[in-house]
C-alpha cells in the first residue's frame, strides 16, 4: 500500500483505502468516485494534486490527497 | 451571483402566473388547469440542469462551466402541449447526505416540497459515478426521470450509450440527450407527459404529437 | 417503485426493523413530515445524516430507541455502515455502466487535453495566468473599456448630452435650484445619470464580458487549483478564488457567492477581504484609466493594494481560530464558450448592475442637491477637508470621499471628473486611489454582509475599514514625501 505522495505520475493506481477519520472528506472522495477498488491516474502533485477517475478529473490540497492509499 | 436575478425571476414568474391563469381561465374556451406538475432537476454539479432549465421553461438561470454555479432554487414554468408544468432547478448535489450548503439546499427541497416526479440529470461520461444518487431518489419514492446528458461529449470520446438494458434494470425511464444542442430534449418532454398520465403509452403517443 | 438495490444483509435487517419502528410509532413519528418513504429515512439514519439526527433528537425516546436499532446493526457488520452502503451502491452502479456504456474507440490525445495540461502545469501554468490577467484585465477591460470606451461615450456627455440638458433646464425651469437638480454640476442627469452610463457602464459591461468567457471555458476551476496553496496562507482555500474574480467585477455579486465556502471561518474572512482590498471593476477600471500614462503610480497603487490583501489576509488567518477549508474542486472539461450563452449572461449582469446604481446615483445627486441646499453639504465637505489635506489632496477633493460613501464606484467616477478637469499630481492620484480602493464597500454590499453575516460583524468590519483606508492614505502620502518621489 501506497500514499498518493510516493506513486508515480501517470499510471494507473488501484485505490486501497481511505485513511481518514473525517467522514466529510471521506464523502467528499466517495462523490468523486475515489473509493475502494476504483482505479485512478495521479497527474501531478503542484500546485495542488490533480488526479483523474474514469472521465472525471478532480484538484485535491494535499491534506485530503494523504489520505488515498493506493495499491 | 444567481441570487439577486433567481429572487426577482421567482418573483416575476408567481406573479405572471397567477395573471396568466386569470386570464386564461376567463377566456379560452379549455381551461388550461394551474399546475399540472410540479418537477425538479437534480444531479451532481456541472451536468447540465441549467441549461436544462433553460431549454424547458424558457427562462435564464446562470450557465458557467465551473461546479458551484447554481447557489438557489429556481422556478420556472415549462409549457408541454397544453399543460403547464412548474420546474425548478437546483443546486448540485452528490448525494441524499449533504456536505456543503448548497447541496442542503437541494436535499431540504426533496425534503420539504411535495414533488411529482425529478428528472436526475447525469454526465454520460460519468454514468458510473452518478447512478449511486439514482438509487437514492428512488429509495425515497420518488419518481424518477433518468436523464443522460452529455451525449456528444460522450461520443466524441468514442463511447456508445445503449440505455435499453439500463431502464429494464432499473425500471424506470431514461432519455439519453445533450441539452446544449437540444437533442433528446423533446422526448425528455414526452416522457414527462407520460409519466404524469397525461398521455398514453408511447405508441400512441406519436400519434397525438402529430395531431 | 422497486427497491433498486439490495444491502448486505445485516444493513437489510437494520433497514428493516427501522421501518417497523417508524411504522409501529405511527402518528407520534417526528420524522413523518419528511417527504420521503421508510426505506429512505431509515438509510439516512442508518447514515448519520445530521439533519433527520438533528430533527430526531426533539425527542429522547425515538433517539434512543433508534440508536439501539443502528448499535446492533454496527456491531454485526464490523464495518462503518455508511461505507457499507456506499459500497453496495457504487458496486451495482459500476454493474450498470458497464452494461450501458461501450468504449468504442481509446480518447485521443486532443488539443483541449493539450490546452488543460498547459494551463495546470506550474511552469507554464503561471505565465497563462498572466497572459490573461494581461490581455483580460489590463488590456481589455482597463485599455479598452475604461479608456476607450469611457473616453467616448463620456465625451459624447460632455459635449453633447450635458450643455443640451443645462440648456432647455435654464429655458424651462425659472428657479435656479431646481435647474441644479436636474443639469448643471451635480445635476440628476449632468452627474448621476452620466455617471452610471458614460463611466461605470463601460467599465462593469467589458468586464463581465470577459469574466463569462472565463467561467464558460472552464478557466477558473483551474485558476482555484493553481492558487489554493496561496490562498490558503491567507485562510482561504482555492474554492474562494471564484468569489474574488467575481469580486473584482462586484463585490455585491461575490458576497454572495461566499456560499460555496465551506467553513463559516471561510466565509468571514472572504467577506471582509471583499470589502477592504478587491476593488470592483468600476472602481479599479476607472482607476486604470487615470494611472494608464504613469506605470509607476500604477504600480504602486496595483502593488500596495494586493500587499494589503495578502498581508491583511495573513493577519485575519491568525487572528480568526480554525483552519482553511480543505480543498476538492471537480475540474470540468475545458469547453468551447456558447457565444449565445456568453452574450446572454453579460446582458442580464450588466441590466442587473445597471438598475441596482442608477437610482443610488440619482438618489445621491438628489441628497447632494438637498444638502446644497440646505448648507448641509458644505458643512460635510468642511469636516472631511481636514482628512482630505492631511493625506495631501487639494481641499476640493473632499466631495469624492463623500461620493465614496454612497458607492465605491461613485467615488471613483468622481475621482475621475477631478481628474479630467486636470487638477491632480501624480502622488495625489495615487494616494487617492488607494484610499477610494480601500474605502467602505458600497450600500449593495453592505446590505448583503448584513443578510450573510449579520449587523454586528458587519459593524466591526465597517468600523475598521473605513479608518483604515485613511491611515494608510496618510501613510503612503507621507513615505512618497520623505523619499522624495514624484510619480
Ligand atoms: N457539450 C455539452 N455541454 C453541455 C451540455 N449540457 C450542459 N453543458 C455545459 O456544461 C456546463 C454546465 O452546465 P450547467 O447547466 O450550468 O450545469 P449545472 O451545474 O448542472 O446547472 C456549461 O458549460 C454547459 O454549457 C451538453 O449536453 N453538451
Ligand atoms: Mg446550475
Redesign the pocket.
Known sequence: MNALSKVQIGQVQTVAQLQTQDITIRRKLMALGITPGSSLVLEQRFPSYVVKVGYTRAALDREIAASIFVR | MNCHQCQKNCYSIKQKHSWWTRLTKKYRKEPLLAIDGNIALV????????????RLTGNY?????Y?G??VEVSRGIAKIKDYQIRVI?TP?MYSLVPISEEEQVSRDLLLEESLDMVIH?VDAKNLGRMLPLTFQLMEAGLTVILAI?????AEQLGLKVEPDALKIELGIPVVV?????N?GVRELKQTILQLLSFQPEPDSANVEMVR | MTNPIIYPEPIEQAIASLENWLQSIGEQNILRHYSLSPRSLALLLLQKDPTIWQTLKQDDKQQQEVEVLLTVAENQLQYPVDLAIAESREKHARNLAGITIQTTQPAANSTQEILHRLSVNPITGFPILMVILYFGVYKFVGEFGAGELVDRIEGFFEGQINPIVNQIVAQILPWQPLQDLIGNDYGIITLGIRYATAIVLPVVATYFLMFSLLE?S?YLPRMSLMLDRLFKSIGLSGRAVIPMVLGLGCDTMATMVTRTLETKRERLIATFLLSLAVPCAAQWGVILGLLAQKPAALMVWGGLIVAIFLFVGYLSAKFFPGTSGAFYLEI?PL?LP?LG?ILTKTWIRMKWYFWEILPLFIWASVLIWLGKLTGLFDLIIRGIEPFAVAIGMPPDTAPIFLYGFFRRDYGAAGLFDIQQQGGLTGNQLVVAAVVLTLFLPCIAQLQIMIKEQGLKTTAIMVAFIVPFAFLIGYCVNLFLNVLGVTL
Open positions: 444531479g451532481t454539479p456541472n451536468v447540465g440542469k441549467s441549461v436544462l432549465f433553460n438561470v446562470t450557465v458557467s462551466n461546479p454555479t447554481t432547478d448540485g440529470v446528458n452529455m451525449i456528444d461529449e440527450m445533450s441539452a446544449a444542442l437533442r | 464558460d472552464g470540468p469547453r456558447k450563452n
